[in-house]
C-alpha cells in the first residue's frame, strides 16, 4: 500500500478568508484529481492567514471563519485535508488544525507549543491545547502538531505514543537567514526520539514585515531529508510513504537544489517587496537613486520583484552631489530599462533656507542645512508617489537605521524599505550577487567610498566607524544583546562599543517612525525588537 500525501505550500493574504478559501480549494482539488492523493496538508492557520494578529478579536471575523471550514469540508469530498484555523470553542481560542473527511470535520487539533517572542506573540490571543491528534488514513495512523510543537520535545512523543506512524506538522516560519537549517534540525530531534517520518509543511510570501520562505521538506525515520520543496515560491507536490510491516517508509521526492544564503536573502528581499506592494494595492514603486549602493540595490529589487514598467526612480542632485553619481544612477536606470527623471532639489533648498533666514539669523551652519537637502527630496518623492499611486521605497539599511544615520521625513519617508533589516557589509554582498546574474549596478558605485553627499566631500565614515568595524559591533548589540563590556572583550576598541552603543539608544525614536521593511537577520527593528524611547537605563 503506498500513501500519497500533498504538501501545499502557498500564498495567502491575512484576512482574506474568501480569497484563501478559494486558494485551499483550488489545492485541493488539484491534489485529489491530478495527483490523486489521499490527503492535502496546508500552512498554519491557512484560513486566516499568518499572523491575524487582533484580528482575532473581532467575533464576526471567527464567525465568518466558521462559515468558511464547513465549505471547505462540503466541497472536498474524495480526499482528506488537513487545514489550520482559529478555532473558537467554549469562548476560548486555540490555534488549531482540522482534519476534514467527507463533508465533516472528522478531528481537530490544538497547538501545544505557543511561542511568545521575537515576532510571535501567540499567547496574546490562543490558549494551548494539551491532547493529541491521530488519525486513520488509508490504514496508517497519522498524528497532527503544528509548528512550534516540533521545537520542544513533548507533542510528537505524545502523538508517536498515542500510535501515529508519520506527523503531519502544519508551519507558518518567518525566513531569516540560516533559519532552515535550525527548521531540519529541530525535526531531526524529534525523528530521533519517535523513529517515525514527519512531514513539515510551510507557509510562503510576505506579510508585512515577514516573508515565508516556504521550504517545506520531508524526513524519514531515519533522519534523512527525502523531499524539499522549491523556497520563496508556490508548491504543491506529492510524497509517498510505503506501508512495510509496522512502519512507513518515505519514498524520496523532489530535492531542490541549495543556493548560497546571500541567494536567499535577495529571494527573501523580492518577495517581501513584491506581496507588500500588491496585496496593498499599490500600482508600483518609486524610489530617489542617488548613484550610491543603498539606492542601486533597492532599485534593482524592486524591479526584480514588481517588473520595470512598475518601477521609477528619481534623482535629486544637491550642490554637492558628484557628476559620477548621477551618472552611475543614469547608467543603472537605462540598464534596467526603468523610467527615470531628474530633478535638482537646489531651488527648493534655496527656497527652505530664504524662508529660515531671518528665523536662523546670527546661527552657524550645522546638520539642520543637511538634513533640509533630505526633506526637499522626501517632499518630491511623496508627491510623486501620491501622485501616481505608487508606494515610496526608502532605500536605509540596518546599519544606519542602528545608529541614527537618516533623516526624519526625508531619507527615511516612504512606505516600505526592503533594506531595513540589512547590514551595510551585506548590502554589498547582495549587489555582487546580483550582477553576477546580469551585471546591471555599476562598478564604480560597488568601489566608492560611501557617501549621503549632503556636505563637501563627505563620507561615511567621517561620521561613524568602518563599516567592517560597525557592523560587528551592531550585530552583537542589536541581534545578541551582548553589552558593552562583552563586545569590547570580544576584541572590539572601547571607544568603537561606547560609541555605537550609544547612537543606537538615543535614536530609538526613529526607529520607531521608520517605515516597515522585510525582516532577514535573527533580530529586526518592529515588532521582533521593542525598547523604550524614553529610558534611563545604564548601557554600562
Known amino acids: 500500500m503506498t500513501l500519497r500525501i500533498a504538501l501545499a505550500q502557498i500564498n495567502l493574504l491575512v484576512g482574506d478568508i474568501a480569497g484563501n478559501t478559494r486558494r485551499v480549494l483550488q489545492a485541493a482539488f488539484r491534489a485529489r484529481d491530478e495527483f490523486k492523493a489521499h490527503a492535502v496538508v496546508f500552512p498554519e492557520l491557512t484560513l486566516a492567514g499568518y499572523p491575524p494578529e487582533d484580528l482575532l478579536y473581532k467575533p464576526h471575523f471567527l464567525n465568518q471563519l466558521e462559515l468558511a471550514m464547513k465549505d471547505v469540508a462540503k466541497q472536498t469530498s474524495g480526499i482528506t485535508v488537513v487545514l489550520g484555523f482559529p478555532e473558537l470553542s467554549d469562548g476560548i ?6 482534519v476534514l473527511r467527507n463533508g465533516a470535520v472528522h478531528k481537530i487539533y490544538r497547538k501545544q507549543e505557543l511561542p511568545n517572542y521575537g515576532v510571535f506573540d501567540e499567547r496574546r490571543y490562543f ?5 493529541p491528534c491521530v488519525f486513520e488514513l488509508e490504514g496508517v495512523d497519522v498524528g497532527v502538531t503544528i ?18 506512524k508519520l506527523i503531519l506538522n502544519l508551519n507558518a516560519s518567518p525566513f531569516q537567514s540560516g533559519k532552515c ?24 510570501g510576505g506579510q508585512d514585515e515577514l516573508v515565508f520562505d516556504g521550504a517545506s521538506f520531508v524526513m524519514d525515520a531515519n533522519g534523512e531529508v527525502v523531499y524539499r520543496a522549491t523556497k520563496f515560491s508556490e508548491a504543491l507536490d506529492v510524497v509517498e510513504f510505503d ?17 548560497s544564503e546571500v541567494a536567499y536573502v535577495y529571494k527573501a528581499l523580492v518577495l517581501g517587496i513584491r506581496d507588500y506592494v500588491i496585496k496593498n494595492g499599490f500600482h508600483g514603486a518609486v524610489l530617489g537613486l542617488s548613484g550610491g549602493i543603498d539606492s542601486a540595490l533597492t532599485l534593482v529589487l524592486a524591479v526584480d520583484a514588481l517588473g520595470a514598467d512598475k518601477v521609477e ?7 554637492y552631489t558628484a557628476d559620477m553619481s548621477v551618472e552611475d544612477a543614469r547608467l543603472e536606470a537605462e540598464a534596467l530599462a526603468v523610467e527615470h527623471h531628474v530633478i535638482p532639489i537646489e531651488p527648493a533648498f534655496q527656497a527652505f533656507t530664504g524662508l529660515l533666514a531671518d528665523t536662523f539669523a546670527g546661527l552657524p551652519r550645522d546638520t539642520t542645512e543637511e538634513n533640509i537637502q533630505a526633506r526637499c527630496r522626501g517632499v518630491l518623492l511623496m508627491a510623486i508617489s501620491n501622485k501616481k499611486r505608487k508606494i515610496l521605497l526608502t532605500t536605509g539599511n540596518k546599519s544606519e537605521m542602528s545608529v541614527g544615520y537618516a533623516t526624519l521625513y526625508g531619507d527615511m519617508a516612504g512606505g516600505f524599505a526592503p533594506l531595513k533589516d540589512v547590514p551595510k557589509l551585506l548590502v554589498y554582498k ?3 550577487y546580483r550582477n553576477g546574474i546580469s551585471p546591471v549596478i555599476p562598478l564604480r558605485v560597488l568601489e566608492r567610498p560611501p557617501s549621503a553627499e549632503l556636505a563637501p566631500d563627505q563620507k561615511d565614515e567621517d561620521s561613524l566607524p568602518a563599516y567592517a568595524v560597525l557592523d560587528p559591533i551592531l550585530e552583537r548589540y542589536v541581534e545578541w544583546d551582548q553589552s558593552v563590556e562583552e563586545i569590547i572583550a570580544a576584541g572590539f576598541a572601547e571607544t568603537d562599543v561606547l560609541r555605537v552603543a550609544r547612537l543606537v539608544d538615543i535614536n530609538e525614536y526613529k526607529r520607531c517612525q521608520a517605515p516597515p521593511g522585510v525582516k532577514i537577520t535573527r533580530r529586526a527593528f518592529g515588532r521582533d525588537r521593542r525598547y523604550p524611547i524614553t529610558c534611563g537605563f545604564n548601557r554600562n
Do not use: F
Open 430 to 432: 547582495l549587489c555582487e
Open 313 to 319: 526612480a528619481v534623482m535629486m542632485p544637491s550642490r
Open 243 to 259: 506501508q512495510q510491516a509496522d512502519s512507513l517508509v518515505a519514498l524520496p521526492g523532489k530535492m531542490i537544489q541549495s543556493e
Open 127 to 131: 490558549q494551548p491545547g494539551k491532547e
Open 93 to 98: 481560542l486555540y490555534n488549531s488544525a482540522a
Open 147 to 164: 509548528c512550534e510543537d516540533i521545537w520542544l520535545h513533548g507533542a510528537v512523543e505524545q502523538a508517536a505514543e498515542a500510535g501515529a
Open 181 to 204: 537549517k535550525q527548521r531540519e534540525q529541530a525535526v531531526l530531534q524529534r525523528v530521533n526520539s519517535t523513529c517515525i517520518p514527519l512531514v513539515y509543511v510551510n507557509l510562503v
